[in-house]
């Protein structure tokens, strides 16, 4: 029973290159959330999306930043024209959807500019 | 004022211990709350799940959640080395939709020293 499962687990970008997270939910899970983990920070919402849709974007950054989860695939955040202040844990999380529900975790992707 | 706040720690203890975490926080329209524990460098675990007030118990951890107060405890009895790992705490409201999004604390780091 596979989690949820995030890639690449690393990647270095230079500034002003894009970087492509990519997620793949738990079997049966319909809902995908992206969090970021800042250094001695907590984790903060960033992203949650159904399949082709975008329910709440409330912590996605105005520019630079988007985020898809289209009918086939996996769910992508898109970070274009990186600045140092990316780098960051980018954690994917999954549930079935609706009230209730437990929100899985996968194993993050570790963001680092130089 | 932070929506969540928790002690950041570090918190250690002797093997064999009772380890007391906590979460307060200030809004009142949180149902659901969740402790997730996140080794270095991986993914947050979800190690309990609780809906609105009273006590959960799992083995050697009991979850409370006191909303009067709105306050939220995690204990851990017995404590292990394979339990040090930073403890987050993580809640939210109802509605459906966008009450999907969890508000994490920035986590307690835990030692067990052997």
């Known amino acids: 029973n596979a989690g949820v499962m995030q890639n690449p687990r690393h990647l270095v970008r230079r500034r002003g290159q894009e970087a492509r997270l990519r997620c793949s939910p738990m079997?049966?899970?319909?809902?995908v959330y992206w969090y970021r983990q800042l250094p001695e920070e907590g984790l903060k919402f960033m992203v949650y999306?159904?399949?082709?849709?975008?329910?709440?974007e409330s912590g996605m950054p105005k520019e630079r930043f988007s985020a898809e989860f289209p009918k086939e695939g996996p769910s992508i955040l898109r970070i274009q024209q990186v600045v140092r202040g990316d780098s960051a844990a980018y954690f994917c999380?999954?549930?079935?959807?609706?009230?209730?529900?437990?929100?899985?975790f996968g194993e993050g992707s570790w963001l680092t500019v130089v | 004022q932070k929506e969540v706040e928790q002690d950041p720690g570090p918190l250690s203890v002797p093997e064999g211990a009772i380890v007391s975490l906590n979460c307060t926080y200030s809004?009142?329209?949180?149902?659901?709350f969740m402790w997730y524990r996140q080794y270095s460098r991986k993914g947050p675990e979800l190690l309990m799940y609780?809906?609105?007030?009273g006590n959960k118990e799992d083995g050697r951890f009991t979850a409370q959640v006191d909303k009067s107060s709105k306050y939220i405890s995690l204990f851990i009895r017995d404590s292990q080395p394979s339990d040090s790992a930073t403890y987050l705490c993580?809640?939210?409201?109802?509605?459906?939709?966008?009450?999907?999004?969890?508000?994490f604390g920035t986590g307690t780091l835990l030692a067990v020293q052997p």
């Open positions: 999380a999954s549930s079935p959807g609706g009230q209730g529900n437990t929100i899985y």
């Open positions: 079997k049966g899970h319909s809902h």
């Open positions: 999306l159904q399949k082709e849709n975008i329910i709440d």
């Open positions: 809004n009142s329209a949180f149902q659901y």
């Open positions: 609780t809906y609105s007030s």
């Open positions: 993580a809640m939210r409201g109802t509605g459906g939709g966008a009450t999907n999004k969890l508000i």
